[in-house]
């Protein structure tokens, strides 16, 4: 990442809490860093006047971005946008809805198509904590359960696969060490499968993985060395036949690189413990900086205009692809926003708060209307406060349909997870530890066998 890009990064946070403005950045750091600066404003505000939650909406945005817009700028916002979501608690609540649906439905796709696969995951999982808090709880619950039980299982696991990669002799000689990382799921993409794949979650099976960071010396192979250390693999533990998936002999689009193997941790005795099946990511240091950090960004080619527009080529093709993948279900409404729905109610109930039919809603106004309802001045000034965007001490039509608009999201999002628990409260509430492994060894066994 070059030295631009940072002190963009960095501006920004300034710029919007109006430390700084515009003219200042272009005095003091060129005119390259002000467009730059503009271009991820641009960014941010790409999502703001168009309804996200529809999924065809949300691609086109995805696909202005990477169009319209420098690379780096949408990599500035991405990070800024990590910033924001883990300190949401300080704006109000419709800010945190709005915010968490704009990661989900832009933010977390574009950073999986620019090859931030990690940031990705992050983004998915706080925005989906923030907008379907109980369908989360049920998820986070059901694989606390499975990580629990796990745990020691992994910790045994990292430490005898690494003594058997030192003690292997072609890897020794070509490798100056390895690094073992534990990994579990993540909520978000376990609920996607659970619900929107409509999985058993008998066939969720990458809750439990590994992932190996090979060293190679700068001699050596290292998709050699990557291979070697799948045969150490798959003579220590049971490969599950057809889910080995080589991305490092084919990349995917985004330029990731790695070797995906499953294997069977369970006990091999008659009664012995059965377990999840783990995953174990086999890649390189530079394969694993790429994947986490994001291939453009590794490969340092955001700094080269030429190779930047061979990359905005790649992304749109890829976004086009993860269009087709990502098609998160979009928040529904039921019965308890229907009477509110349309620009012509909001219009009408706007007209019959207005009284005097000036084009604002007073304080007097919302007093008598709370009044008629039996509440008091109290409730009035309190109701003011959370519609009057400005402060100005009175309503516009654009702040009510705004506010109309958040009860709506509100109460959409409600409903979808509503929606979300109930399905996972059916799908899990029958799998207990045991009736789940039975049901896994079954199918796993039959793998086997018939492979």
């Not at 703001?48 to 700028?73: G, N, P, Q, T």
């Not at 994947?291 to 453009?296: D, K, N, P």
Request: proline fraction near 3%; include cysteine.
């Amino acid at each position: 990442m070059d030295a631009e890009v940072i002190s963009v990064g960095i501006v920004r946070q300034a710029l919007d809490a109006g430390a700084v403005n515009m003219a200042d950045v272009e005095a003091q750091l060129g005119p390259g860093a002000a467009t730059l600066l503009r271009e991820s404003l641009a960014v941010k505000d790409a999502p703001s006047r168009v309804d996200v939650s529809d999924e065809e909406v949300a691609s086109a945005v995805r696909k202005s971005c990477l169009s319209s817009f420098d690379i780096r700028a949408v990599i500035i916002e991405l990070a800024l946008k990590l910033d924001a979501m883990k300190h949401l608690d300080a704006v109000p609540k419709h800010q945190q809805r709005t915010t968490s649906l704009e990661v989900l439905k832009v933010y977390a796709p574009l950073a999986h198509t620019v090859g931030a696969g990690a940031l990705s995951k992050e983004l998915e999982d706080l925005s989906f904590w923030r907008l379907y808090p109980q369908a989360y709880a049920k998820i986070d619950q059901w694989l606390s359960d499975q990580e629990v039980d796990c745990k020691n299982v992994l910790a045994t696991s990292k430490e005898d696969l690494l003594r058997a990669l030192t003690a292997d002799e072609e890897l020794h000689r070509t490798v100056d060490g390895a690094d073992i990382k534990g990994r579990y799921k993540s909520r978000f993409s376990a609920m996607k499968k659970l619900v929107k794949d409509g999985r058993r979650p008998e066939d969720v099976n990458d809750i439990l993985g590994m992932r190996v960071i090979l060293h190679p010396r700068p001699d050596a192979d290292g998709c050699r060395a990557c291979v070697r250390t799948h045969e150490v693999i798959r003579a220590m533990w049971k490969e599950v036949p057809g889910r080995t998936k080589d991305y490092i002999t084919r990349p995917k689009g985004d330029g990731y690189q790695s070797l995906h193997v499953a294997v069977d941790m369970s006990d091999p005795a008659p009664e012995g413990k059965k377990r999840p099946l783990m995953e174990i990511q086999i890649r390189t240091k530079d394969m694993d900086a790429a994947a986490v950090f994001g291939h453009a960004l590794y490969k340092g080619c955001l700094t080269d205009p030429d190779e930047s527009q061979k990359l905005k080529a790649i992304m749109l093709a890829a976004a086009e692809v993860a269009a087709q993948h990502l098609r998160d279900d979009e928040p529904t409404g039921g019965g308890a926003t229907a009477a509110i729905t349309g620009v012509g109610n909001v219009d009408r109930a706007f007209r019959q708060l207005d009284k005097n039919g000036d084009g604002r809603i007073s304080m007097e106004e919302l007093t008598e209307l709370m009044d008629d309802l039996g509440a008091g001045g109290q409730d009035a000034e309190e109701l003011m406060r959370l519609l009057d965007d400005n402060n100005d001490g009175s309503l516009t039509s654009d702040e009510f349909a705004l506010f109309q608009k958040r009860v709506e999201l509100k109460a959409k999002l409600e409903d979808k997870d509503d929606e979300y628990k109930e399905i996972l409260k059916e799908k899990l509430q029958t799998v207990d530890k045991t009736g789940l492994i039975h049901v896994y060894r079954k199918n796993l066994s039959d793998k086997l066998v018939t492979n």
